[in-house]
């Protein structure tokens, strides 16, 4: 079936340092993949996507490329801010179906000044 | 900029009663979605819904649970005898089109159930 798995969390780090995120997945074919980003008492928003293979999502200053090899999407940041805390969402949509997002579980970063 | 929104943000209710989350997605979304997250855990599809009928639903997604899109603007999620289990937040989306390749969904902030 299709699975998201992410590390697990809370993540703490202090503002400046690189964040990586692991993200790997399971599904059939080649899946789009994307991160979402929750922050407190706010809704899940679209971070940053990859359609196919090798390609690589930005935004905001995180990136995360799309590796069909190790079938991963790692999340990382050269650099958080305080404002990055939240809880961050490695996800994917199959080919099989448009309309069904697969979450994984979920990681929480807090960052500290 | 438009957005997805939801309410109640919490509803508390007794086990075995009705409740209906109320959502107004984007005004010229086509596709609605219903996911929910236990607390502690991932969050999860329900159901989607297209030109007024569902189009795939989850094994979650049984009897208890309805959805509607009664005027031109709400989508409800219905659950008809609320059990302990069915706590969590829940999260309403939309997307515009299904045209071509994937269209962003955009979600709401959720509602917070609570079952006493």
């Known amino acids: 079936g299709n699975s998201v798995t992410q590390m697990e969390g809370p993540v703490t780090l202090s503002e400046e340092a690189f964040l990586t995120i692991n993200c790997t997945y399971t599904?059939?074919?080649?899946?789009?993949l994307f991160w979402y980003v929750q922050y407190p008492g706010e809704g899940l928003q679209l971070l940053l996507k990859a359609t196919k293979a090798d390609d690589k999502g930005s935004n905001k200053g995180f990136e995360a490329t799309y590796r069909k090899e190790t079938t991963s999407f790692h999340l990382e940041k050269g650099s958080v801010q305080v404002s990055d805390s939240a809880v961050y969402f490695c996800?994917?949509?199959?080919?099989?179906?448009?309309?069904?997002?697969?979450f994984g579980p979920g990681t929480s970063l807090s960052v500290i000044p | 900029e438009p957005e997805v929104t939801q309410t109640p943000s919490h509803q508390v209710t007794q086990m075995g009663q009705e409740v209906i989350l109320r959502c107004v997605p984007i005004?010229?979304?086509?596709?609605f979605y219903w996911y929910r997250q236990i607390l502690g855990q991932k969050v999860e599809f329900l159901v989607s819904f297209y030109n007024n009928e569902i189009s795939e639903k989850s094994e979650i997604f049984d009897d208890q649970f309805s959805v509607e899109r009664p005027d031109g603007s709400n989508f409800t999620l219905k659950i008809r005898s609320t059990k302990l289990e069915d706590s969590a937040m829940y999260f309403c989306a939309s997307r515009e089109t299904r045209q071509g390749s994937y269209n962003e969904q955009f979600f709401g902030p959720g509602t917070r159930l609570t079952v006493l």
């Open positions: 996800a994917l949509i199959p080919k099989t179906s448009y309309d069904k997002v697969i």
């Open positions: 005004s010229n979304h086509l596709y």
């Open positions: 599904a059939t074919g080649y899946p789009s």
